[in-house]
């Protein structure tokens, strides 16, 4: 530090970004880290930004089950120790988050990067007083951290346009389009945004009685809620740009015929496998599971093991998020910083979690989140069986063979999460009448549930759409 002082000169600013808890065993006490920011200090930093936890570190630190401002205090703990402000970072997401830092006094300034890929848009709408219109980073690293360590362009879940900026925007229509959007999923919600904004007239059509989509169904798992923020903001945006928002309706295709263009974002289903006894009244699909918990009994067998089983395992084995407090003792970290041992709630529910593949348990899931939710799992008392081959589904149970072995799973209820099919029946109708739809989303392709994409192609459409029609 000195060096570097030395080399600057006394004008730049040099800021110093230190971890203030390592939360790896035998890393640094909080003693320690007094210690090197009061000497970085006096190296000469101007600030001391702060991070937490440590590349081995088995702490999650930033990712969506992570409570908002988790570790702040620690910041605050920090600030009496050196004269230099003291910045805080790590899960503050929104205006109102950083307020509350600093109202608290936990830090001088407040630190973030993932929510500025969310909206490049973050510190002008929250000057301008328009908080409500951000959209906000949901710290599922899918498109921003897990492609920089596989050294891919950094992009953004919610915001398809970070890292592609230099890409034209749709200048407004000359030409408006009356415009049916079917489904309001992420597809569907950025379609209408989009197309609504270009200046078409837009009318969004959803079977459900609310919007989201698999969004909804996200927002329902515990440590998940954060997917609501993109179902608000996509409300807003509808709002703002007029769009006709009807729900609980499922039109047919002779309803759409009349509009200029149909965008399909029908979604998917679940996929029902042929297992003996799948009929059975204890078999629930992964949507009904969520859909009406109070469903299931106590012993669950959850049927593929991919990212929506592991969600389900969760949601299964949890009451509710923990608070910020439960949620530090089931992760084991202390007041100070340092380790604790982890104290996790009991399991709502006794999980099995069975896939017919021999790899390991979500192995498919993200570089930076996947061992969060193996380690959810782990606490949960989830057991987890691999290779398994599904024999029948009866009223003791799912029988599987696993290797050469029978066995039997005592469970009450059965919930499948063996992939999905696209719903695309509309866009047959609509062939029949000679109207071809842009289908996006799941809709289009349902292999892996992939929002980026579905929230890419719905922006992309209203680009398409772009001085064309009857006009
Ligand atoms: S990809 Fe996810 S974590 Fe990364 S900036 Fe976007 S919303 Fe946040």
């Not at 049916?180 to 969004?204: D, I, S």
């Not at 039109?251 to 006894?277: C, H, M, N, S």
């Not at 003792?329 to 069975?354: F, N, S, T």
């Amino acid at each position: 530090m000195s060096r570097v002082r030395e080399a600057l000169g006394p004008d730049a600013l040099l800021s110093y970004r230190l971890s203030l808890a390592d939360l790896v065993a035998d890393g640094q006490s909080w003693e320690e880290v007094v210690a090197l920011a009061r000497g970085v200090e006096a190296a000469g930093a101007d600030l001391l930004n702060s991070g937490i936890g440590w590349h081995e570190s088995r702490v999650p630190t930033i990712v969506t089950s992570v409570p908002r401002a988790a570790f702040t205090d620690l910041t605050g703990r920090l600030r009496p120790h050196v004269a230099v402000p003291v910045v805080a970072s790590n899960r503050i997401s929104t205006p109102a988050d950083a307020e509350a830092v600093l109202a608290r006094g936990d830090a001088d300034l407040v630190s973030m990067a993932r929510p500025f890929l969310a909206d490049p848009e973050w510190v002008a709408k929250a000057a301008a007083d328009r908080a409500d219109e951000i959209n906000v980073c949901i710290g599922c690293n899918q498109a921003c951290l897990d492609r920089t360590f596989a050294l891919r362009t950094v992009s953004c879940l919610v915001n398809p346009r970070a890292g592609h900026e230099t890409i034209p925007l749709p200048r407004p229509t000359r030409r408006p389009h009356t415009v049916a959007v079917v489904g309001a999923g992420p597809a569907g919600l950025a379609a209408a945004a989009g197309l609504a904004e270009a200046g078409h007239r837009v009318t969004l059509l959803e079977r459900r009685d609310h919007l989201g989509g698999q969004f909804d169904l996200a927002r329902r798992i515990p440590g998940k809620e954060e997917f609501a923020e993109t179902i608000r903001y996509f409300a807003g945006r509808l709002e703002r740009a007029g769009v006709e928002v009807r729900l609980a309706t499922s039109p047919g295709a002779g309803e759409l015929a009349g509009f200029d263009d149909v965008v399909v974002a029908t979604g998917v289903r679940p996929r029902r496998p042929a297992i003996p006894g799948i009929d059975h009244p204890s078999v629930l699909s992964y949507d009904e599971a969520m859909r009406a918990p109070d469903r299931l009994g106590d012993r669950v067998a959850v049927i593929g093991a991919g990212g929506v089983g592991v969600d389900v395992a969760t949601f299964l084995t949890r009451h509710a998020a923990p608070d910020l407090a439960a949620w530090r003792a089931e992760w084991g970290v202390a007041a100070d910083g340092g380790l604790a041992a982890p104290a996790p709630a009991p399991p709502a529910r006794r999980v099995h979690l069975v896939q017919r593949r021999r790899t390991r348990v979500g192995a498919d899931l993200g570089t930076t989140t996947g061992w969060v939710h193996r380690a959810t799992l782990r606490a949960k008392d989830v057991e987890t069986v691999t290779g398994a081959h599904y024999e029948r589904i009866d009223d003791d149970g799912l029988h599987l063979r696993v290797g050469d072995r029978p066995r039997l799973l005592a469970v009450d209820s059965v919930v499948v999460c063996a992939g999905q099919e696209p719903v695309r029946d509309l866009v047959d109708d609509l062939a029949v009448l000679r109207v071809r739809p842009h289908v996006i989303g799941g809709a289009d392709e349902a292999v892996e549930l992939d929002a980026e994409r579905a929230i890419r192609q719905g922006s992309e459409v209203a680009a398409r759409l772009r001085g064309r029609g009857r006009a």
